[in-house]
């Protein structure tokens, strides 16, 4: 997801590494910080594979700074990985949102309603934290008072996000 980020931020506008880095940041917050370990070398194989271009320009100080962009291969990457996501970016909550922020830049409103429609269908599936013979644990059959709670937790984030869902398909077919 973080060279989705890269992508997505880059293909709204040229940036340095430092607002980058704030940006995907701001993206994913605590749940998933970034770090210049993981940010830098992500940027290096962009520019090798020609997705990202960088140079230098003179900085506010006496230090000079790379600024990126993105190359045309690298906004036909985004939209590729955009119309056509792995499934754990479909399944996982925060790799999802990750694909919300940028699905606005794949032109095709039919591409983006698929999209929509495969996460649809993974919560229409009956899940759970917990399992008991191997059916989900519903949160009034859960054994203590803090499993109950992670689990209307997820029962309403999932209706509000189900019903979001219902709104945002409609709209783009519309």
């Not at 880059?10 to 993981?38: M, T």
């Not at 962009?69 to 925060?94: F, H, V, Y």
């Not at 649809?120 to 059959?141: C, H, I, K, N, W």
């Amino acid at each position: 997801m973080l060279e989705l980020s890269i992508l997505g931020f880059l293909y709204e506008e040229p940036l340095h590494g430092y607002e980058l880095k704030a940006r995907i940041h701001a993206l994913n917050g605590h749940i998933r910080p970034v770090s210049d370990g993981a940010l830098y070398p992500a940027i290096t194989r962009l520019v090798k594979a020609d997705l990202i271009d960088q140079r230098t320009e003179p900085g506010s100080g006496a230090a000079h700074r790379r600024v990126l962009s993105l190359t045309e291969a690298g906004r036909a990457e985004l939209l590729a990985r955009l119309g056509n996501p792995k499934d754990g970016d479909i399944t996982d909550g925060q790799r999802f949102f990750t694909l919300l922020a940028f699905l606005r830049h794949l032109p095709d409103r039919a591409a983006q309603a698929a999209v929509l429609r495969r996460r649809q269908a993974f919560l229409a599936t009956p899940s759970s934290f917990f399992y008991r013979d191997g059916e989900p644990v519903r949160a009034e059959e859960a054994p203590d008072l803090f499993r109950q709670g992670m689990l209307r937790i997820a029962r309403a984030t999932g209706a509000e996000e189900r019903k979001w869902l219902d709104e945002a398909i409609g709209s783009l077919e519309s």
